[in-house]
């Protein structure tokens, strides 16, 4: 009996035609739109004179330039901002596909939204102009980001032309200890691997502190997948997949769900699978997380330092590590705990769903965001998310505690709006880049876990969050 | 979609590791729904001492002189040379049409970040991949002599040094064949059209309820 890993599964079963050399059209069951990569794909429509081949696999919504603040009722001030999001309600008019607009309840970032609406289903290729579509991996779907090219592609013929990838296993075994998430285990397999050390894979993040996490928990790490450099991030189907599932909007319902269910079990790795590539991992192991530099593989542990490039024998990243030290405005050896913040972010597609912000409220709850932090922002990922977070009086403890509440959207993760930092202000973001200039031209960022962000907002400076909690384990 | 053939080509070397897409065209840029116009603001971090906004006349902004694309022995170049993983970070085409639009026709590297490398092909720029020990060399090369040029080949799939060494680099088959002819791919794909159809039925026989 021949076996296979849940990419080779996944790859054959949308494989539309193949040539010799490899090259595949691969049939895209899902295609999700925003207002950044897709003007320029609807324009190619046009000029070819071609339509969308499926109008039903399109989801479109507004989220990288959307306001966060209450005046988005009033529109978006800045006219280029506008323009780009009025030219997506354009589109999507013009050719009836289903979006998700700035004033829609159900808005939100396009990889919240899509799995919470259930329109991100197992089994399914899953595509949109935006790198972080590996989110959607979590549910054993293949699911990568794509060029505005290829969003043009993918509306004409509902196809892509690609190549099949490597297997990469990443697997994380054990507990893990008490304040660590799954934002830590992401950041830890980065810091491993390196930012390239994905390249040519398709991740899938297996083991059994993957099946212990939640599906959000899950949604965060293959987010992440492709700051590792892998083109996907993938868990394999079990009962907490079919558990979120059952009941959304747009997943299967009745003889069709049973049929849906006993299929998607299916969609695991063959126990005797080969993989390109194995990564083990003691989840036991894993600390809380920090950036310290501009690449998401310039990582350490909480209780760590800052590294000395004296110390890098190779002389590229000597380099590299000199570049960011001198713009994140940090010394080597300085302890992570004495770095001071001026700004906190809390939300994006890599956190800013209800478990993350129920985690980053348990640290906040009773407490005040430190004086010398200029700005503590929770934006939640989604309208859906907001509303459930606002039952739960989460936005009160936010709030309370010096906190801003916002409106959906992409936010201050790389403040295409106007959340953004300004030139040498230091954040405690949630969200995936640490890049210069990212979330603000010449601001600095340090990438962290909810809980370890809302124990920077409170402490004013990192700290480990595991001395603030609460809960016995 | 332009062609691209061959180059002789002035060369520009860009040395560090990990360049994201963020860098090589920052985020307020890409409020544009154009294809074009993204040059002035390539690496415009890097480029200029002050925060570029969209619509401004970069001519009259103030250059940071230590950025290697603002030094004059490498006005007009057409060649980048990288080093790993360029290219890292998100999806947007808006990188490699800005490096187009500024004048770069072809980038040389030890590693790319896959999006990107794929992007580039969609819009005439030819990434190469040479090994990291070359790419060194390249470098020393290119630093040492002003006006270091190196001719590329695609159809021949070569690099040649002022020296007259060829450099061979590997290239898949079906891009190649793109980038030469300058061929639209989806005007290819819509030649499937009767078999994407056959797949589609296929499909819902088995997961009919993605096809509700």
Known sequence: MTVHTLYEKLWSSHVVREEADGTTLLYIDRHLVNEVTSPQAFEGLRIGGRKPWRIETILATADHNVPTTAARAHGIADPVSRLQVETLDANCDEFGITEYGMRDPLQGIVHVIGPETGATLPGMTVVCGDSHTTTQGAFAALAFGIGTSEVEHVLASQCLVTKKLKSMRVSVEGELPRGVTAKDIVLAVIGRIGTAGGTGYAIEFAGSAIRALSMEGRMTICNMAIEAGARCGLVAVDDTTIRYLEGRPSAPAGGAWDAAVAFWRTLVSDAAARFDAEVAIDATMILPQVTWGTSPEMVTTVDGSVPDPAAERDPVRRDGMRRALAYMGLQPGTPITEIAIDKVFIGSCTNARIEDLRAAAEVVRGRRVADSVRLALVVPGSGAVKRQAEAEGLDRVFRDAGFEWREPGCSMCLGMNDDRLSPGERCASTSNRNFEGRQGAGGRTHLVSPAMAAAAAVAGRFVDVRTLCRSPA | ?212
């Open chain 2, 1 to 212: 979609m332009k062609a691209f053939q061959a180059l002789d080509g002035l060369v520009v070397p860009l040395d560090r590791a990990n360049v994201d897409t963020d860098a090589i065209i920052p985020k307020q840029f890409l409020k544009s729904i154009r294809r074009t116009g993204f040059g002035p603001n390539l690496f415009d971090e890097w480029r200029y001492l002050d925060v570029g906004e969209p619509g401004q006349d970069c001519s009259q902004r103030p250059r940071n002189a230590d950025f290697v694309l603002n030094q004059p022995r490498y006005q007009g170049a057409q060649i980048l040379l990288a080093r790993e993983n360029f290219g890292c970070g998100s999806s947007r085409e808006h990188a490699p049409w800005a490096l187009e639009d500024f004048g770069l026709r072809v980038i040389i590297a030890s590693s790319f970040a896959e999006i990107f490398h794929g992007n580039c092909f969609k819009n005439g720029l030819l990434p190469i991949v040479l090994d990291g020990a070359t790419v060194d060399r390249l470098f020393a090369e290119t630093e040492a002599t002003p006006g270091y040029r190196l001719r590329v080949d695609l159809a021949g799939q070569t690099v040649t040094t002022p020296a007259g060494e060829l450099i061979p680099f590997e290239v898949d088959a079906f891009r190649k064949d793109c980038l030469l002819r300058g061929l639209d791919d989806i005007g290819l794909t819509m030649r499937h059209v009767e078999e994407i159809r056959a797949y589609e039925a296929r499909r819902k026989a088995t997961e009919y309820w993605l096809f509700d």
